[in-house]
């Protein structure tokens, strides 16, 4: 009797099934059932999201998913855009460029995070791919605007350019015009990071006359408010738009202007920029208002009382990015307007200053808490906190997915009880069940690490700074948090004896990093030797980590699990720990 | 008009500010000895708390001052601040993209001993750099084309806000929008409008 199972349809049947899942989760999960489905996802996978571009070699990449159309990869880690690393570390994309472009000719998109991208390897991919569409670059530098113009001169397909937060070198050489009189299906630019005084607008009017299924723009802080009516006017369909400097000298006529064309655009949700803000030309987006979901006030340096009046008029908002001049006050009235507030990030004004400036404290935190029961997503800094306050934030928000505090001053502690923070970060990571994001901060013992490893369980992420007394609290950590794939940590005293108790969990891990802690040389050596499916780097400028005791504690270290083996591109401060097979776990 | 014309100084005034001019002070010499919120401003360069004026609540002008980025240059921190720790807060440096060139002009009053120099960069709007003139010339009246405000007249003469531009034509500040000009000034100076003085504006 012919028995029929499941295994026995054809592989276009699969393989049209397969079509459906798009998560690389479940993607990875289908690829593990049996051998033929692994064969047959790996031939109809399209997009591809590699999370640190050192755990896996290009070529074994286009060798298992010949057919993607779209890649993802982050290079830094996440504290190098705070100067924790060194220039030259690494990150480059070009060799990976250099292998799609002959391998995978129709890729389409490629994002980038934390990667030194250079014009050589923008030229190359306009060269390469005649179907390109998409560009994300995040956080990424190396490059200038002559590589974009490539892009912008050869992309006939091109729908997204977006470049966030990149360091660019801006040769102010008029990107723009680089797009063809014939080209029409840009669908998002974002050039915010560009410095460029010489933006020419009537190029920008006429391209975004062109681009009809233009929905995102974000422009730069050199395109000035006199011009934004101009090219609203032409984009009325904007969802997304980023000012550039929202200043000007108040003239009547200007401003009705900018009032028209804003209430123009009946489909924008999400307003950004605002460089230089004069605060009597804010008003001319309240048309907008009530129907936005995220609004970016990060470059607004405008005082509490104007931010009162504009987040008063945007009950529907669901991300909001301010500066602490919100103050308390501004925050209660958040709390009281936007019931739909998803997410806030709070930054500092002063961040270097030692006296608070803004009346800016727990108060406006604990305020955003109790008002807004869908909030998920918290950066907040501040200068001062309290364990009541964090308990009452994490009993106020047990759907936190992310949280962030940062109190300025290391080592803070509650100031009503002058007692570590270890129970109010407790309470956050046992009420919020589903957190997946934390950041610490303020005077902290090995007692919150305990906390952490007992109830984090879904934590993935979790960034330290100027905490904990002994190994013990990295125990708890490494033994505890069965979901952490990130761990970052700076300045704190943990040192050998919890690593190499926990080797092994590092291999469940993307990566770890602790800079000025006090891990040995030796202990670096030894993890490297044992654990051949690490890379164990140590960064250190001061020299040759052999050329000191090995009982020296490194500076930085980071350690990444990797199919690929040890990279070549490292500059003269990184040292890669070898394996040494004899000494390896079974 | 000749800019040597020494007799444009007043000799009498209300309040006896000429002698102040001319007082040998360790400040320089026309600025005034306080701040618009009346605190004591010393020569000296300024620092970054000043460059970003956080006085909180309603003084709505108080960001008129220099530009904000949330990750300051080394350079630009106050010296009230501590030794800073590498990364430490963990805000985003976008170095290259917060630090703008500076646009520095020379100012000349007429009648004034000395010139000074303002950084257009500073600045958002003609008003913005219109108001710190005065401040920094306090013993000179300005007067204000934008807004066609009197100006507080202290000693009865006032003066007209011009600069030369890239083609050497003295133009009148204000014509052309702030961001489109900057790089077309070379020197600002200050004329005095006699006519306009004796047709509008009567002495006492």
Redesign the interface.
């Known amino acids: 009797m012919h028995k029929k199972t499941a295994f026995s349809f054809p592989d276009e049947v699969l393989e049209h099934v397969f079509s459906f899942i798009q998560s690389d989760k479940d993607r990875n999960s289908v690829s593990m059932v049996c051998k033929s489905w692994y064969e047959i996802e790996r031939w109809c996978r399209r997009k591809v999201f590699v999370g640190n571009c050192y755990a896996v070699s290009p070529r074994m990449v286009i060798k298992r998913f010949p057919e993607i159309r779209s890649i993802e990869l982050k290079g830094k880690p996440h ?1 190098a ?4 690393v060194p220039d030259g570390w690494g990150g480059y994309v070009f060799p990976w460029i250099v292998e799609m472009a002959g391998a995978v000719p129709w890729l389409e998109e490629i994002k980038l995070k934390r990667m030194v991208v250079t014009d050589e390897s923008l030229e190359l991919i306009a060269k390469s791919f005649k179907n390109f569409k998409a560009l994300v670059l995040s956080s990424c530098e190396g490059f200038s605007t002559d590589g974009l113009a490539a892009i912008a001169a050869s992309c006939k397909n091109l729908k997204e350019l977006d470049l966030r ?1 990149c ?3 801006d040769l102010s050489g008029h990107l723009l015009s680089h797009f063809p009189d014939t080209y029409t299906s840009l669908v998002s630019l974002n050039i915010s ?1 560009l ?1 460029s ?1 010489e933006v020419s607008f009537s190029t920008l009017e006429r391209l975004v006359c062109r681009c009809t299924n233009l929905r995102t723009l974000r422009l730069n802080r ?1 395109v ?1 408010l ?1 011009k934004i009516a101009n090219i609203l006017r032409r984009a009325p369909q904007l969802v997304d738009f980023g000012t550039g ?1 929202y ?4 003239r009547p006529d200007s401003y009705s202007d900018l009032a028209g064309a804003f209430s123009s655009c009946k489909e924008l949700r999400s307003l950004s920029g605002f ?5 009597d030309y804010l008003p001319a987006i309240y048309p907008v208002c009530s129907k936005l979901t995220s609004l970016n006030l ?2 607004a ?5 104007e931010l009162i009046k504009l987040v008063s008029h945007c009950p529907n908002l669901q991300r909001l990015l301010v500066l602490d001049y919100i ?1 308390d006050s501004g925050l209660e009235v958040l709390a009281s307007s936007c019931k739909n507030l998803q997410e806030l990030r709070v ?9 608070p ?3 800016l404290t727990e108060q406006g935190l604990v305020a955003v808490s109790s008002g807004c029961p869908k909030l998920q997503s918290v950066l907040y ?1 501040c200068r001062r906190m309290s364990n009541e306050a964090l308990v009452t934030v994490a009993k106020n928000c047990p759907n936190f997915t992310r949280f962030r505090l ?1 109190i ?1 001053e ?1 080592r803070t502690a509650d100031y009503q009880t002058l007692e570590p923070l270890d129970v109010g970060f407790g309470a956050i990571v046992q009420y919020c069940k589903d957190l997946q994001r934390l ?1 610490l901060s303020g005077l902290l013992t090995d007692r919150v690490f305990e906390y952490i490893g007992t109830y984090a369980k879904k934590l993935e992420m979790l ?1 330290v ?1 100027f905490a904990g007394d002994s190994d013990l609290g990295l125990h708890h950590v490494l033994s505890g948090c069965e979901s952490l794939r990130k761990l970052e940590i ?2 704190c005293p943990f040192g050998d004896k919890a690593l190499l108790a926990n080797a092994a969990k590092l291999e469940t891990m993307r990566s770890l990093w602790m800079s000025s802690c006090a891990v040995s040389f030796r202990a670096c050596k030894l993890l490297g030797q044992k654990m051949p499916r690490l890379n164990v780097e140590v960064i250190d400028e001061r020299g040759p980590p052999d050329s000191r005791p090995e009982s020296c504690p490194v500076d930085k270290l980071y350690i990444y699990r990797t199919v690929a083996g040890s990279r070549f591109d490292m500059p003269p401060f990184v040292w890669t720990m070898e394996d040494d097979p004899s000494l390896q776990l079974s | 008009m000749s800019p040597e014309n020494g007799k444009l100084l007043p000799e009498t005034d209300a309040g006896g500010l000429n002698f102040k001019a001319t007082e040998l002070t360790l400040g320089l010499p026309g600025e005034s000895r306080v701040t618009s919120d009346g605190v004591a401003k010393l020569g000296s360069k300024r620092g970054f708390s000043e460059t970003v004026d956080l006085s909180l609540g309603d003084n709505k002008d108080s960001n008129k001052l220099g530009q904000f980025q949330i990750n300051v240059p080394e350079a630009a921190k106050s010296p009230v601040s501590k030794a800073q720790v590498v990364g430490w807060p963990p805000v985003r440096g976008y170095p290259k993209r917060g630090t703008k060139s500076c646009k520095y002009v020379k100012v000349a009053v007429d009648g004034a001993p000395y010139l000074r120099k303002v950084d257009l960069e500073m600045y958002n709007t003609y008003q913005q750099l219109l108001t710190s003139l005065e401040d920094m010339f306090s013993c000179f009246t300005i007067r204000n084309y934008l807004n066609d405000k009197k100006l507080e007249r202290v000693n009865g003469i006032e003066y007209v806000p011009t600069y030369e531009d890239k083609d050497g034509d003295w133009m009148l500040v204000g014509d052309v929008p702030w961001h489109s000009s900057n790089d077309t000034y070379k020197t600002f100076k200050r004329k005095l409008n006699e006519e306009a003085l004796y047709m509008k504006h009567p002495r006492n």
């Open positions: 504290f855009d705070f100067n924790l937060d360091d660019v070198d990071c410095g005084d050199a000035p006199d400097t200043a000007a000298d108040l460089w230089d803000v004069v605060p990060s470059y340096t405008i005082q509490s009382p103050e930054f500092p004004s002063d961040p270097f200053g030692v006296e400036n803004v009346s800094f940062c300025i290391p950041s960034s700074a700076r300045d």
